[in-house]
């Protein structure tokens, strides 16, 4: 995928590979807030925090049930530091990069962490 094309056009699996890349090269993943905290969706029977790329991308999600939703950045250090255990603990997955038409991957927090970690080693490596 070139970098001049829309990843709202890719399928699950190009929106994480996109999300992956983004995230680790911005050192930041977005997440919709509400005065509740953390907007949670359920997909694949599971619930989750979905999360984007961008601020942008996070705002084409917060609409209807979802339009008190903020886009609010998480560092890249924090996610992996305090989220990734929480969410464990608390039995939540993610959503990487939903559509409203598509929930996206869902994963384990770690598998996640795994993904982002990988690309962090790898980015690391051509330094």
Partial sequence: MSEHDDPLSLDAEGRYAYLVREAVAQQTLWILKDAGGSMLLVADGEECIPVWPSAEQAQVWADGDWSQGEPHAIPLKTWLDRWVKGMTEDGLC??????????????????????????????NQRR
Avoid: I, Y
Wanted: negative net charge; charged residues 25%.
């Fill in 94 to 123: 993610v959503a990487v990069f939903p559509l409203p038409e598509e929930a996206g991957v869902v994963e384990q927090p770690q598998d996640f962490a795994d993904s982002l970690l990988r690309r962090l080693a790898k980015q």
